[in-house]
């Protein structure tokens, strides 16, 4: 008999958009209060200051006012669990805007303008519209490209959770003490949608992996556990596993640190990390 289909996650459309608000309204706030010095600090993304970072953050979020001022494509073809491993791709593409973005406008002006397009946006749209997802909507409404990777709106603001609780993590890792708070609703989606990307990339039910108190998920080819303590085990917190997942940590350095517990000969996924970046 073949095992059971697992059911796809859903996240209730509501409860997103009042989370994704939340949470830019927390970063929007940190933002607001730093000094140029602080601005001025690197970051663990290379050579993007805090400046860089905080425009990307206004600009991921931004992007949903974006994607809504184009026109709507014709089909759904961008599942969220096949997001994530496709952002790797747009990376060259979002630096550039990012840059651009920081030098036009300071961050307190970038942020109040994107929250009141973003309201505005939100308020208007059925989360069942469908939205391209391709880098020219970041922010760029109109290029005149091709769209392809469509995704519901719904999903696509799910996709700026994600965005919204990494990029708060970086900046509370640039400028310690910073303590920008996440939204307990953002960190679960996030967790989740992350969680769940990892049993899509590595299908089965040898390994359990714990996230606790927002996921479990079973995963990796081998013996199926029906019973019992699994043989197999990973747990961890959700920050934690969320940089593991965005290559901020290694897998082997959050061991040792003990901040992952991997029982069993299946628990070892570092091969399977980072899922995007």
Same mark, same amino acid.
């Given at each position: 008999?073949?095992?059971?289909?697992?059911? #796809?996650?859903?996240?209730?459309?509501?409860?997103?958009?009042?989370?994704? @608000?939340?949470?830019?309204?927390?970063?929007?706030?940190?933002?607001?209060?730093?000094?140029?010095?602080?601005?001025?600090?690197?970051?663990?993304?290379?050579?993007?200051?805090?400046? +860089?970072?905080?425009?990307?953050?206004?600009?991921?979020?931004?992007?949903?006012?974006? *994607?809504?001022?184009?026109?709507?494509?014709?089909?759904?073809? !961008?599942?969220?669990?096949?997001?994530?491993?496709?952002?790797?791709?747009?990376?060259?593409?979002?630096?550039?805007?990012?840059?651009?973005?920081?030098?036009?406008?300071?961050?307190?002006? @970038?942020?109040?303008?994107?929250?009141?397009?973003?309201?505005?946006?939100?308020?208007?749209?059925?989360?069942?519209? @469908?939205?391209?997802?391709?880098?020219?909507? !970041?922010?760029?409404?109109?290029?005149?490209?091709?769209?392809?990777?469509?995704?519901? !709106?719904?999903?696509?603001? *799910? #996709?700026?959770?994600?965005?919204?609780?990494?990029?708060?993590?970086?900046?509370?890792?640039?400028?310690?003490?910073?303590?920008?708070?996440?939204?307990?609703?953002?960190?679960?989606?996030? #967790?989740?949608?992350?969680?769940?990307?990892?049993?899509?990339?590595?299908?089965?039910?040898?390994?359990?992996?714990?996230?606790?108190?927002?996921?479990?998920?079973?995963? *990796?080819?081998?013996?199926?556990?029906?019973?019992?303590?699994?043989?197999?085990?990973? +747990?961890?917190?959700?920050?934690?596993?969320?940089?593991?997942?965005?290559?901020?940590? +290694?897998?082997?350095? *959050? !061991?040792?640190?003990?901040?992952?517990?991997?029982?069993?000969?299946?628990?070892?996924?570092?091969?399977?990390?980072?899922?995007?970046?």
């Amino acid at each position: 008999m073949p095992p059971a289909k697992k059911r #796809t996650r859903t996240y209730d459309p509501a409860k997103i958009r009042t989370a994704v @608000l939340a949470q830019f309204a927390h970063v929007r706030e940190a933002v607001a209060g730093l000094t140029e010095e602080q601005l001025a600090a690197p970051t663990r993304l290379g050579d993007w200051t805090v400046r +860089e970072l905080a425009a990307h953050v206004a600009m991921v979020v931004g992007a949903v006012a974006g *994607v809504l001022e184009m026109a709507e494509p014709a089909k759904h073809e !961008l599942p969220l669990l096949e997001w994530p491993s496709g952002t790797a791709t747009k990376s060259a593409a979002i630096a550039e805007r990012t840059r651009e973005l920081a030098a036009s406008a300071e961050s307190a002006e @970038l942020f109040a303008r994107t929250t009141a397009r973003i309201e505005k946006a939100l308020a208007e749209a059925p989360g069942t519209r @469908l939205v391209p997802t391709l880098p020219q909507a !970041l922010d760029r409404a109109g290029a005149g490209e091709p769209q392809t990777g469509a995704m519901t !709106l719904a999903d696509f603001l *799910v #996709t700026r959770i994600v965005e919204l609780v990494v990029h708060t993590d970086d900046l509370n890792d640039a400028l310690p003490g910073l303590d920008v708070p996440y939204d307990r609703q953002a960190l679960a989606a996030c #967790t989740r949608v992350l969680a769940d990307t990892l049993a899509v990339k590595a299908p089965g039910a040898s390994t359990e992996v714990r996230i606790p108190p927002f996921a479990v998920v079973q995963c *990796v080819e081998g013996p199926r556990h029906t019973r019992g303590t699994p043989p197999n085990v990973v +747990e961890t917190d959700p920050l934690t596993w969320i940089r593991l997942a965005t290559g901020r940590v +290694e897998w082997r350095a *959050v !061991l040792d640190d003990a901040k992952v517990s991997a029982s069993g000969e299946r628990a070892d996924l570092s091969r399977l990390l980072p899922l995007m970046s």
